[in-house]
């Protein structure tokens, strides 16, 4: 099993800022193959603006062509207007996700952090940290986003693993 390859993609949604990582993991090693973000005008009608967060992931899906994409699950926190919009670009995000047959594995923060760093508390410079050494990194990726992005298809790609060897059994 060691040599099997995994391309993941993980999405960190947001209608203005929307985070992706892609990593091929190989037994236990994890390389970023891309990241960055797409970046939409708040200026822009909302519709346009999802329109450019599709259109920039499909044409990424189409590129790397991976095998599961992980995105976090969408989380009610102090700013529920805020929720809204990243909900409505997670919804985008999820289509895009369907029209190209890919599955997806939603994560929380906690399960993500607790992948990546070992504690499901840790901060967001432990994983910024850890997503930089994991992938052997010159610096760390920038911006948060993306590096956010790096961690859910980290993390991502180690649960299709698991579960992929666990079925295979």
């Known amino acids: 099993m060691s040599g099997d390859k995994m391309l993941a993609l993980g999405i960190d949604p947001g209608s203005a800022i929307c985070g992706y990582g892609v990593v091929e993991l190989t037994g236990g090693q994890a390389v970023a193959k891309n990241f960055g973000v797409i970046t939409t005008s708040p200026k822009a009608r909302m519709q346009d603006r999802l329109l450019k967060i599709h259109t920039e992931l499909d044409a990424l899906i189409k590129t790397f062509r991976p095998q599961i994409m992980g995105i976090e699950k969408l989380f009610f926190g102090k700013n529920?207007?805020?929720?809204?919009?990243?909900?409505?670009a997670r919804g985008v995000v999820l289509l895009c996700a369907a029209q190209n047959d890919l599955d997806v594995l939603e994560i929380t923060p906690n399960e993500v952090k607790q992948s990546i760093t070992g504690y499901g508390g840790a901060d967001k410079a432990q994983v910024i940290y850890m997503v930089t050494k994991l992938l052997k990194l010159a610096e760390p990726p920038k911006p948060d986003d993306a590096a956010d992005a790096l961690a859910i298809a980290i993390a991502a790609g180690y649960e299709a693993n698991s579960f992929a060897r666990r079925n295979s059994l």
């Open 80 to 88: 529920a207007t805020t929720a809204i919009p990243v909900g409505q």
